[in-house]
């Protein structure tokens, strides 16, 4: 490709909404545009990109086994009402109708599409196991879209789907899913890690994330110092600490706080450990009745140590809180506890609560907690003398660093990282929901064992951006580069001698297969190597008058901080042996 017959539209400056390296650079960089919130054109150089990262998954996908169909974007709303979906998922799913009123639903993942293939056309034990793919556009409606391809609503997104006749064949198939996905990862040559991590919406109770690591990602990841135990923050263990709970040591004390709300403001006004200190959390249920009226509700109380924050997908799945649940309003607290937020305790309650304890805070002694009388706070505070044992001891906080890890081996550390891929293991979740059955040798009907995983096609090379940049630009890794080597002749438009060897260069490599892009455009060196910088092509060869003169050009990685100078026959042969590298 020569430059002057490709479309480059670089910018100087970012745009003011771009809040991420990624996005920032992105758009400076002419491979993306935005057309509306979440919603971006892929420019011609990102496409680029895109198609690579298309190329490297479907090649993975195909070695696996896995075999490419591509389903609708606009599906039946009464498809997604067989599996409960419709009604459950939340704004987060787009709900149209079309001219006959009927509902439809632009996908966000297509389990119901892929479920209902399944039961039309997978009779028997004897096709399975089965695994269809498709890199298809999604629709997510975000409440609030940012960070450009990081958090978009509009994406593209590599889903497969796997069929299986029983659990073991189900769980082969996640495994072999899992190589494939440590295979594609691979070969972009990102730093990443493979962490345990909750379901969500897709459902299950096996599941894995691949995160790149960079200090900019939204998500936090925690592993083990000593061992390969990871996971991401929703769903690490916070291990209950080494009993038992100490004996009581203090007497119970209404102790004065005045305009000290928070657990950091009265420990350092009692000078105490933050880590005596307990903070209440009040939750709230409803029941509904058929015309969801609430008919009455249910108020909570979680107790966690000062230092620590609740984990709310851990809270999720408390028994009876795991239907769902809110935060209490302020009329309801007052009710329960007489008194606003920020004084807020156990002890002397105006009606009763279910009273949930953090594990850490069910072997604690001598604790501080709210008196629910504003500027009084309660020291001392021990279970069984002054308050009765809590009705549920469970893991509700986020993990800390330093915490042990829950395998026992080492402790937890923290670092930050960016989803870009997600495996699962379902089960019979969608084929019990929409009825989807094969004849076991048996010849009885059974439920199809099933997974599904993702990769965020167009999220991957935002968070391969945010791993790979420095203050000039993008720097792609070879995989995954819009063009692998640039030709960078200056004065090629004044100089024969120049223009031969970079056209002759270019002919070189491209008989090669080299994915070479010559700069024909006459600019002028600055403007020519701040544009192939920002765009980040990992390999550049600059032919002027001078260095041929001397029988030399330049060569010069997009990380190596000067340029190389190599006999201009050898060239060639040199830039190949970079790549092969």
């Not at 996908?61 to 009464?78: D, I, L, S, T, W």
């Not at 509902?103 to 196991?129: C, G, H, N």
């Amino acid at each position: 490709m020569k430059a002057s017959q490709f479309y480059i539209n670089t910018l100087k400056e970012a745009p003011a909404d771009a809040e991420v390296v990624s996005h920032q650079l992105m758009t400076r960089a002419g491979m993306i545009k935005k057309l509306g919130a979440g919603v971006y054109t892929y420019m011609p150089m990102g496409l680029r990109v895109i198609r690579k990262v298309e190329a490297i998954v479907r090649e993975e996908m195909n070695r696996a086994g896995a075999v490419e169909c591509v389903m609708p974007v606009v599906q039946p709303g009464e498809l997604w009402s067989e599996s409960g979906r419709f009604q459950t998922m939340g704004p987060e799913l787009l709900r149209v109708k079309d001219r006959h009123e009927r509902d439809f639903v632009i996908q966000p993942t297509s389990e119901e599409a892929v479920t209902d293939i399944a039961r039309q056309d997978l009779r028997s034990y004897k096709q399975l196991p089965k695994n269809l793919y498709q890199i298809q556009t999604k629709f997510r409606d975000e409440r609030r879209p940012r960070f450009g391809l990081m958090r978009g609503r509009e994406f593209v997104m590599k889903d497969a789907y796997s069929f299986d006749r029983d659990e073991a064949g189900a769980k082969a198939s996640y495994q072999a899913m899992a190589k494939a996905y440590r295979a594609i990862f691979d070969r972009f040559g990102l730093t990443y890690r493979a962490v345990s991590a909750d379901s969500g919406a897709i459902g299950g109770d096996l599941s894995e994330e691949f995160q790149v690591i960079a200090s900019t990602g939204e998500d936090a990841i925690v592993y083990s110092t000593g061992s390969d135990y990871a996971a991401n923050m929703e769903k690490a263990e916070a291990l209950a600490p080494a009993g038992p709970r100490p004996a009581a040591t203090q007497a119970l004390t209404r102790t004065p706080t005045p305009g000290k709300s928070t657990c950091a403001d009265v420990a350092e006004l009692l000078q105490l450990p933050l880590t005596q200190t307990v903070k209440s959390l009040v939750l709230a249920t409803d029941e509904l009745n058929e015309q969801g009226e609430i008919v009455k509700s249910q108020v909570w109380l979680l107790l966690l140590r000062g230092d620590h924050d609740m984990n709310e997908i851990k809270v999720s799945k408390v028994p009876g809180l795991d239907k769902g649940f809110r935060f209490a309003t302020v009329p309801e607290i007052l009710a329960h506890f007489g008194t606003k937020p920020g004084y807020l305790g156990p002890i002397g309650l105006k009606q009763p609560v279910k009273l949930v304890a953090d594990r850490e805070v069910a072997l604690m002694a001598d604790w501080v907690c709210g008196a629910n009388e504003e500027d009084l706070h309660l020291t001392g505070v021990n279970w069984g003398r002054d308050l009765p044992e809590p009705d549920l001891v469970v893991d509700i906080r986020n993990v800390v660093a330093g915490d042990a890890a829950p395998d026992g081996k080492g402790q937890l550390a923290i670092e930050r990282g960016i989803e870009i891929g997600h495996i699962f293991y379902l089960g019979t979740k969608y084929s019990v929901a929409m009825n989807a059955t094969f004849l076991a040798e048996d010849g009885k009907p059974r439920h199809f064992e099933m997974g599904c995983y993702g990769i965020g096609i167009t999220r991957l090379p935002a968070a391969a951006i945010e791993q790979n940049h420095d203050e000039r630009g993008i720097i792609w890794p070879d995989a995954l580069a819009p063009f692998t080597v640039v030709i960078c002749p200056v004065g090629m438009d004044r100089s024969e001698a120049v223009k031969a060897a970079a056209e002759a260069l270019y002919a070189d490599l491209l008989a090669a297969g080299v994915d070479v892009i010559l700069d024909d455009r006459g600019e002028r060196p600055g403007a020519m190597f701040a544009d192939w910088e920002l765009i980040g092509v990992p390999h550049r060869v600059t032919i002027g008058d001078k260095s041929l003169k001397e029988g030399q050009v330049e060569y010069q990685h997009r990380r190596d901080g000067e340029a190389t100078k190599v006999p201009a026959g050898d060239i060639a042969a040199f830039v190949k042996g970079r790549l092969l590298a």
